[in-house]
């Protein structure tokens, strides 16, 4: 089988690996890759969704995967499926599920589906007089994509009203914030959890937890994820049965009676609170870097899981996973996640040692490769460093083993993943 893999950070990286493992995959393409997804495959640099059916149709692709947002919100599935190619993700109808804020909570409420109290408003007055009728902190979000910034977590009625106001003009995010979300805040703790469907059935992940603040302890600015590690023994069965229950099986069933079945990688952004999951956002693909620990929990052929939940046959797959933990820790460049950083080499101690031989592995995310063939830290997440274990404890510690064998100027990272969980809670 050859294989097409769109995107170019840890999360496409982590896929191509466990690709890269499975004996029917016999070729991975990445568009446009990063600078150590050569390693596994060949990089081509197609951007044009057309131009990149075009690619796969030549090239003999038999699927093709979708890791970022963009690209699905965009409807690169509707063009390759047009043209009978087989691709994993949503359609671009089914991604604004992730694209469109106010499309999500709307749909989570026709579907009674559990999610905070909210108003969807593009009139200040409206947002004020909301605002006011909630207690603080006021949760206040954008309508579209914002990279991840577009979520303000208001301590005071006034800083809320001064997010809508900013919002609302379209200063701050443009045609993207002039439509907002008002929701009450929601105190527990969060979840990932992830859902690979077909449209019709479903394979529930072990679920995960991503660590969003830059600093230890939650602290600092909000990025992208600086952390994860799954399984957490913060989910039992009683939550695995409530999320089933009521949020993917009603979501599955009323995206199919809304013509726009789900096919693709359902993210389920959980808050807990008091034991009752609640839906806080979906996002239409893997979390990165909660995939780069999902992965290699997978034990059987990952070209199975992808293929079959593409061609709407999860049903006859036998999905299983590892029994053990995997911690990913993100080494970021200096800048993020304000500025662009220079390029660093990135230098590996060559200390063999069989643990760290035989249970981590390295996701490369911002990396490029230099004309002497080095690889150079580029910017942002450069890449993360995962160990493996029987114990989560255990797993830690390895992971963070192989972060102190790993060398670049402003290199940064937490030194605290899966913390809450090793408190227990
Ligand atoms: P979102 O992009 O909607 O997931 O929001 C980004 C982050 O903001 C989430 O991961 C949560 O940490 C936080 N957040 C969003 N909505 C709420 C809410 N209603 N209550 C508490 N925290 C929230
Ligand atoms: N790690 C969270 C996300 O990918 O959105």
Known sequence: MNILIVGAGGREYAIGLALSKDEKVEKIYFAPGNGATDMLG????????????????????DLTIVGPEGPLVEGIVDIFEARELTIFGPSKQAAQLEGSKIFMKNFLKRHRIPTAPYIETDRLQEAYAFIESLETPVV???????????????????????AAEEMLSGNAFGHAGTRIVI????????????????GEEYVILPAAQDHKRLLNNDQGPNTGGMGAYAPTPLVN?????????????????????????????????????????????????????ECEVLMPLLKSPASELFYKAATGNLKSAEI?????????????????????????????????????AEHTHIAYAGVTRGEDQKLYASGGRVLVCIGMAETLAQAQKRAYMLVGQIHFVGKQCRTDIAYQALQGG
């Open 42 to 61: 060949e990089n081509i640099g197609i951007s044009d969704f057309s131009k990149l059916a075009d690619f796969a149709c030549s090239h003999g692709v």
């Open 140 to 162: 206040v979000k954008a309508d579209g994509l914002c990279g991840g910034k577009g979520v303000i977590i208001a301590q005071s009625h006034d800083e809320a009203k001064k």
């Open 183 to 198: 929701e009450a805040f929601l105190d527990g703790y969060e979840l990932s959890v992830f859902a690979i469907c077909d």
């Open 237 to 289: 069965d009683a939550i695995y049965k409530k999320l089933e229950e009521r949020v993917i099986v009603p979501t599955l069933e009323g995206m199919k009676a809304e013509d726009m079945p789900f096919k693709g990688v359902l993210f389920m952004g959980v808050m807990v609170v008091d034991g009752e999951p609640m839906i806080l956002e979906y996002n239409v693909r893997f979390g990165d870097p």
């Open 320 to 356: 299983r996973f590892h029994e053990a933990y995997a911690v990913g820790v993100v080494m970021a460049s200096k800048g993020y996640p304000y500025q662009s950083s220079p390029l660093a080499e990135i230098i590996i101690d060559d200390i063999h040692h069989e643990e760290l």
